[in-house]
């Protein structure tokens, strides 16, 4: 069974960076699209970075610019860079893969930004 571990959290001050990493324990294969996605409290868990198979990406609006989805495929994981961080940012950050069978979530990782 894959598992997520993603690392990276923690407090930052508005306008700060981090760079939230998130690991496979196996190597996945036949993946269709992965991502990152966010839930902060009181608030619907909503997508936040998507790559493909294919490596297509897409953004939600409100990060476009700031945030960047990458993938290293020979360390089995994908990056989350988040640049000019705002309080509106904060959120546990989940990440996500996708097969045409299965999907996958991580733990959560919190990321907190104050103003």
């Known amino acids: 069974q894959l598992q997520l571990v993603e690392s990276g959290g923690g407090l930052v001050q508005t306008g700060g960076s981090l760079r939230l990493s998130c690991t496979a324990s196996g190597r996945p294969f036949n993946i269709k699209d992965m991502g990152w996605y966010r839930q902060a409290p009181g608030k619907q868990r909503e997508l936040v970075a998507r790559?493909?198979?294919?490596?297509?990406?897409n953004y939600v609006d409100s990060v476009k610019g700031r945030f960047t989805i990458s993938r290293d495929s020979a360390k089995n994981t994908m990056y989350l860079q988040m640049n000019n961080l705002k309080p509106e940012d904060t959120a546990v950050y989940y990440c996500?893969?996708?097969?045409?069978?299965?999907?996958?979530w991580g733990q959560g990782t919190q990321v907190t930004v104050s103003s």
């Open positions: 790559m493909s198979g294919g490596g297509t990406t």
């Open positions: 996500n893969l996708n097969t045409p069978f299965n999907t996958y």
